[in-house]
């Protein structure tokens, strides 16, 4: 086990089982993404993420992959369930340089201490979407 694998562990995976996940823990962030892009992929008003170190990151099961753009331009591979179709990772080239894989948040075993501490493309929001006092706000990225 190296560093970056020791210590507490967090797992996770897709509604049908055919996907998990184990993750170092506690995250390198915890946040909210509001571009159009997540809300279609979530199908809903934003998409719930957490980023861990990619080399603590051990997963099972098959994961389809489909490039998505993105409304900075750069490409994002969103890896999902090929079975249930449930989002799971997310690698972006600028996490992926810093060494990070993006999680849907909502595919973790236990989310109870989660608390988002930043939201992104907060100008694409919902109107209906509340923002909470001091999370740091970002309209893009």
Not at 67 to 76: H, L, Q
């Amino acid at each position: 086990m190296t560093e970056a694998t020791a210590g507490e562990r967090r797992q996770g995976g897709c509604l049908c089982g055919a996907v998990r996940y184990e993750t170092a823990w506690p995250p390198l962030l915890t946040g909210v993404c509001h571009c159009r892009h997540c809300q279609k992929q979530a199908g809903t008003a934003f998409s719930a993420l957490i980023a861990v170190p990619f080399a603590a990151l051990e997963r099972t099961g098959e994961l389809t992959v489909y490039e998505d753009g993105s409304e900075s331009g750069n490409p994002v591979l969103r890896k999902f369930c090929g079975k249930c179709g449930s989002p799971v990772f997310s690698e972006t080239p600028g996490g992926m340089a810093q060494g990070m894989i993006f999680i849907k948040a909502g595919t973790l075993d236990d989310t109870s201490d989660l608390e988002p501490t930043v939201h992104f493309w907060t100008s694409s929001k919902q109107n209906w979407v509340t923002l909470p006092e001091g999370a740091a706000l970002l309209e893009k990225q």
